[in-house]
């Protein structure tokens, strides 16, 4: 009995957890409806969001385009995004920063730096000693970091979508260039968390494009692979992408379709921003010469001049893609002095020759990394607004030696179709068609050690190792475990870039330090004397490459095992609650359900790190692990020891029980049986069974040391984000004050106009008028004097008692303007009602519906609208204009309410009234019933309520009522009696009625 109620109270824990479990996916799903994806490009991104009813649709940002400029534009007590901040770098130049994200993930000694700066002197950077690093200095008070900037621009992303979206938006996609390495990566992430955004995945743009692509064209999609080339040239960078399409077999949902990214080439600086500045810098030449001999300075030396011809310079470009020549022209660029000058499209194409040979580069690249060549692929698709340029196209033609460049995708809004696409996918919220995204690794990544060997006998040197971890153009995401099989000792290893000799000498120096983390391990020799009497099994290291692109170390453990006796104890606690839990999912775990649970394990296990090819010492050290029994790597690890919190023989017992609960599985069955394959001994024979392993796992203390660029502070990441809430909330109170002040310089105006309308004039009197316009005319002094330094509340104020003064008037005007309608509206519901009420009384006795009741009662509400409605003009007209009127619009509209409901409710009662059959003679006429004929035959047929049955025995005749009135008389409408007696009978009404005479009709 003690058996079965333990029994049932660890089903019940179990319940109560499932319960917990879907209670808590509940809430995350009630908080995830609408995801968003960020397109960011570096001049200008484009928003995606996905909610119910609203599936895969691009932002409209304030001012109703689909792509809003990456432009911020910082000042002491305001901040512009967007449009507005474009337009201010005109005012502006030094507080607008824009391409901003080439500064992320960099150092101050980093090429791109110098450029940023040669490309837009009027910024100034400072230097960040802590992580070396820049920040934008806009004032001595003033200093953001590019990832404080960026994460601005991602705040105001997430308020464009969450207007959009009507509704809280915190999940999002980020897509990012496919060639941005680890630092650039995590600045992301930085900028993203200062945003307060969370961020389902980092998304390259190239992946993104190509999975909107297959995503429209599914049914294209087959066994047989597809190879197609995506050039896709932006305003600061130019990605060439080859991506394989197929329908592959998954175990989750049958033959899916498949996108794998098989190869990647870019140029980090060929977009359409060098063609800009390229034309810019022609601009400013043309001008100096125009004013060579007027001793002007120099155009250059002037930000903003020089950001009127970036401007008209990025016109000019799109211009000439379209047309042969095409005259620039800017009003009063310098000094009030106007320029105009004539451009060819031939004088671009040579101000832009050397960039036009780099642009077959990304293309040789993917095909490279790819192992292809031009006649696999099928078909080349142009994506990017620099892809428009002609010349661009005619060298990518020539280079990819088609007939034809692709022009069939939304070069602009593909990657962030694609994103927001992936956005659902990982949500909780929606469900999609599954499309399998298989993206690439562009940079391999490796883990270096010394050790120490022995050569000779006595003579010991230090040897230098490399594993690749995740080489270039492998699969991710993806886990990797490393195992160090001769240390027991504390140790150091290295994570660093593999082998970047794809990459031209400059691409090496923008890219930055090609050393990551130096990994330091604590513990090790403390845990090899804490389990002498066990076999090492080597120092675990666990890798994770995420969904994002960024490589993270899990965890160390060191790996200890023994040989232990199978005894037939009882089974403990944790492996009953399993059982239990299994049970209540059918009965027990099935053969399948546990080849899911090795298979999730034993992928992570048997993915070693690869060996080089020159030691293979080392390499028989990995296959140890790659070869370690399933059982291992299939059973999960015990609660690992820390400190002395348990003494070893309790952890052992543990694990060995642990270990017998898997002991049944088919996967294991051999194991048991023996290294040699010997089949299990009979049940006599159970004493001499193999014993069985037990693993301990102890975790390694790890102290990290980032190499590349060190990470923000988690203080500095908390003030960076406090200081973003700040400008927010200022920026909040700044928005709220204006349209207080606007409200109330809109009243003012409104009011003052109102004043000399014959409609105001005519329920005002002078004093009242003079009143109003003097409270007007002081506010509006007030607003123009010290309304700059009112604050939200104080201009409120003013408004409410301005309000408040012109109250009444308002009041008296409204309700002039709607009485001709609402009276017009209650005498036509008064005449219809009568002739409804006098139709009723006509019908015949025979087939009547309504009880004498019913009519009284609308015969009375009739009555006391008509005398309301006079009684009520009469006194109006006796009130002068400027007084308050006893005629209000609300007042018609409860009568005419309560007039309505008395008509509903008989046309209702006649709707559902079933008429009562009549008796047909032979000719099938219809014959005059007899002045003596029985009630039941004259009876009103009733529908019975639902659930009764509908009484058949005639009911019998009531005595004649005198009733005074003969028929074809009129006589006023008279009131019915009380109301009490009225409500009771017509609650009756619908149940059995009085039958009536012919002779009272």
Not at 242 to 251: D, G
């Amino acid at each position: 009995m003690a058996a079965i109620v333990r029994r049932q109270r660890q089903r019940r824990r179990v319940c109560w957890a499932l319960v917990a479990v879907l209670l808590a996916d509940l809430l995350a799903l009630s908080d995830t409806l609408a995801v968003m994806s960020v397109d960011l490009g570096s001049e200008s991104m484009k928003v995606a969001i996905v909610k119910p009813g609203v599936p895969m649709e691009i932002v409209l940002n304030k001012e109703s385009r689909r792509k809003t400029p990456v432009i911020v534009t910082l000042k002491e007590n305001e901040r512009f995004f967007g449009d507005s901040a474009a337009s201010m770098a005109i005012k502006n130049p030094k507080a607008t920063l824009r391409y901003f994200q080439h500064l992320l993930g960099k150092q101050a000694d980093n090429p791109h730096v110098a450029l940023y700066q040669a490309r837009f002197p009027e910024h100034e950077l400072t230097f960040d000693p802590q992580r070396q690093t820049v920040h934008f200095q806009i004032s001595p008070q003033l200093q953001f970091s590019p990832e404080e900037v960026l994460g601005m621009i991602l705040n105001y992303s997430r308020s464009l979508a969450e207007d959009f979206a009507e509704q809280p938006i915190k999940d999002a996609v980020i897509t990012v260039p496919v060639f941005f390495n680890q630092a650039e990566r995590r600045a992301v992430l930085h900028a993203a968390r200062m945003a307060g955004l969370k961020v389902l995945q980092l998304i390259n743009d190239n992946t993104a494009t190509a999975l909107s692509y297959g995503v429209f064209r599914r049914k294209d999609i087959n066994t047989t692979a597809q190879n197609i080339m995506f050039y896709d040239m932006g305003s600061g960078s130019t990605v060439c992408t080859i991506v394989t399409y197929q329908t592959v077999k998954t175990k989750e949902a049958g033959m899916q379709p498949q996108l794998q990214i098989r190869g990647v080439g870019f140029d980090r600086t060929l977009g359409g921003l060098e063609m800009e500045l390229r034309l810019r810098e022609h601009l400013a030449g043309l001008f100096n010469e125009q004013r060579k001999g007027q001793r002007g300075k120099d155009v250059r030396e002037n930000p903003r001049a020089m950001a009127k011809l970036l401007r008209e310079a990025n016109r000019l470009k799109t211009v000439l893609s379209a047309n042969a020549d095409h005259m620039a022209q800017i009003e009063g660029l310098m000094d009030d002095v106007d320029f105009k000058a004539k451009v060819t499209r031939v004088e671009f194409e040579e101000l832009c020759a050397d960039l036009f040979e780099r642009v077959p580069g990304p293309v040789q690249q993917a095909l490279q990394s790819a192992e292809m060549s031009l006649d696999e692929i099928e078909q080349v698709i142009l994506v990017g607004g620099a892809t428009r340029v002609p010349k661009v196209q005619e060298v990518l033609l020539k280079a990819v030696g088609k007939e034809e460049l692709g022009k069939n995708i939304n070069a602009d809004e593909a990657a962030a179709m694609g994103a927001v696409y992936q956005a659902a996918v990982l949500s909780k919220a929606f469900k999609v068609k599954p499309f399998v995204v298989r993206d690439a690794v562009v940079y391999p990544i490796l883990v270096e050690f010394t050790r120490e060997v022995e050569e000779e006998p006595g003579v010991h040197s230090l040897k230098h190792n490399k594993r690749v971890l995740f080489s270039r153009m492998g699969p991710y995401p993806q886990r990797k475990v490393i195992t160090f099989n001769r240390y027991s000792h504390d140790f150091n290893f290295h994570i660093n870039y593999g082998d970047l000799g794809f990459l031209g000498p400059e691409d090496l120096r923008v890219f930055g330090s090609q050393n990551l983390t130096t990994v330091k391990l604590k513990g090790v020799g403390d845990s090899f004397k804490k389990y002498t009497d066990y076999e090492s099994k080597g120092i675990k290291a666990h890798f994770n490459l995420d969904e994002s692109g960024v490589l993270s170390l899990d965890r160390v453990e060191s790996v200890f095992e023994t040989l232990v006796e199978d005894s037939p104890e009882e089974e403990s606690t944790l492996t009953k609650l399993g059982n239990t839990i299994s049970s209540l999912f059918g009965g027990g775990t099935t053969p399948d359900a546990k080849e899911n649970g090795t298979d999730t394990v034993q992928e992570e296990e048997e993915s070693p790190a690869e060996g080089s090819k020159d030691e293979p010492g080392e390499q028989v050290e990995l296959k140890e692990e790659a070869e370690a029994p399933v059982k291992d790597a299939s059973q999960p690890p015990p609660p690992e020891p820390k400190g002395d919190a348990a003494p070893e023989g309790e952890k052992a017992t543990e694990k060995e029980n642990g270990d017998k609960s898997e002991a049944q599985k088919p996967s294991e069955k051999a194991e048991a049986a023996g290294p040699e394959g010997i089949p299990p001994a009979p049940e006599g024979e159970k004493k001499q069974k193999p014993a069985k392993k037990q693993r301990m796992v102890e975790e390694i203390r790890v102290e990290l040391v980032v190499l590349d660029l060190p990470d923000l502070p988690e203080d500095k990441l908390a003030r960076s984000v406090q200081k973003l809430q700040d400008l927010t909330l200022r920026d909040l109170e700044k928005q709220e004050r204006e349209k207080a002040a606007n409200s109330l310089e809109a009243f003012i105006f409104e009011t003052q106009d109102k004043m000399y309308q014959p409609e105001y004039k005519e329920v005002s009197t002078e004093e009242q008028r003079e009143e109003i316009s003097g409270k007007l005319s002081a506010t509006s002094t007030w607003l123009e004097d010290e309304g700059f330094g009112a604050t939200t509340a104080m201009l409120k104020e003013k408004l409410a008692e301005l309000r408040k003064l012109c109250q009444g008037l308002f009041f008296r005007v409204e309700e002039r303007k709607k009485w001709p309608e609402r009276l017009s509206a209650l005498d036509n519901l008064l005449n219809h009602s009568s002739m409804f009420l006098k139709g009723a009384r006509l019908i015949p006795e025979m087939d009547q519906i309504f009880t004498e009741v019913e009519m009284t009662t609308l015969e009375k509400v009739i009555n006391e609208t008509w005398a309301w409605k006079n009684a009520t003009l009469a006194e109006q007209a006796k009130l002068p204009a400027t007084e308050k009127p006893v005629l209000l619009s609300k007042d018609i509209e409860a009568k005419m309410m309560a007039l309505d409901r008395e008509v509903q409710y008989l046309l209702n009662k006649a709707k559902f009234t079933k008429p009562r059959p009549r008796p047909k003679d032979k000719n099938e006429t219809r014959a005059e019933p007899p002045l003596n004929a029985s009630a039941s035959d004259q009876e009103e047929k009733v529908i019975p309520p639902a659930g009764q049955t509908e009484d058949a025995e005639p009911i019998s005749e009531p005595e004649k009522v005198e009733t005074g009135s003969e028929p074809g008389d009129t006589e006023p409408l008279e009131l019915g009696g009380p109301g009490a007696a009225e409500s009771e009978q017509r609650e009756q009404s619908t149940g059995q009625k009085r039958p009536l005479k012919n002779d009272e009709l």
